[in-house]
T-cell receptor
Framework: GENVEQHPSTLSVQEGDSAVIKCTYS??????FPWYKQELGKGPQLIID?????GEKKDQRIAVTLNKTAKHFSLHITETQPEDSAVYFC?????????FGKGTRLHILP | ETGVTQSPTHLIKTRGQQVTLRCSSQ?????VSWYQQALGQGPQFIFQ???????GRGNFPPRFSGLQFPNYSSELNVNALELDDSALYLC????????????FGPGTRLTVL
């Protein structure tokens, strides 16, 4: 079945610097790749998603890239701010399921 | 527009008991998915309901069951609770399936003693 690997598990960056989180997936039939942000005590919130007919998508400081051949996709956050501190999850679809990675805890250092 | 709500927020049960968790989907959404999130892990897909029918299931035993009502709200039932069932249970609603934007509720924290 689909397996989604996410790295790193923890990431600390200086405020204002960029953060990159990487994921790989195993099912070549996957065609939908959402990214979620989860703050303490809250449910995951979709921040950006990409479909397999697109290689890159950007929304203000957040961008996602997809390499279908290599089966990996990445989240890029530029000009990080304190409110970006949270746990980030990548995910991929398989049939009627969404499979999540194990998450990356992002710390923004002052 | 009303967001996804879940009740209760916290619940403590003992091993062997049964529990029912509830979810109200976002207005206009007819699909509800349930997830189990263990501490420090990503959410794991339990099952999805579309227009009152189960439409996709993850690797969870039959003691995990659900319902979706005509107003698209949903219940998750877990029988014969085990210690490993302790987790945050999330529901998410969408307009059509998991490849449509899913909106998550805040979750129900279940502790099994």
């Amino acid at each position: 079945g689909e397996n989604v690997e996410q790295h790193p598990s923890t990431l600390s960056v200086q405020e204002g610097d960029s953060a990159v989180i990487k994921c790989t997936y195993s099912d070549s039939a996957s065609n939908y790749f959402p990214w979620y942000k989860q703050e303490l005590g809250k449910g995951p919130q979709l921040i950006i998603d990409i479909r397999s007919n697109v290689g890159e998508k950007k929304d203000q400081r957040i961008a996602v890239t997809l390499n279908k051949t290599a089966k990996h996709f990445s989240l890029h956050i530029t000009e990080t701010q304190p409110e970006d501190s949270a746990v980030y999850f990548c995910a991929a679809n398989r049939d009627d399921k969404i499979i999540f990675g194990k998450g990356t805890r992002l710390h923004i250092l002052p | 527009e009303t967001g996804v709500t879940q009740s209760p927020t916290h619940l403590i049960k003992t091993r062997g008991q049964q529990v029912t968790l509830r979810c109200s989907s976002q207005s206009g959404h007819n699909t509800v998915s349930w997830y189990q999130q263990a501490l420090g892990q990503g959410p794991q897909f339990i099952f999805q309901y579309y227009r009152e029918e189960e439409n996709g299931r993850g690797n969870f035993p039959p003691r995990f069951s659900g319902l979706q009502f005509p107003n698209y709200s949903s219940e998750l039932n877990v029988n014969a609770l085990e210690l490993d069932d302790s987790a945050l249970y999330l529901c998410a609603s969408s307009s059509m399936g998991v490849t449509d934007t899913q909106y998550f509720g805040p979750g129900t924290r279940l502790t099994v003693l």
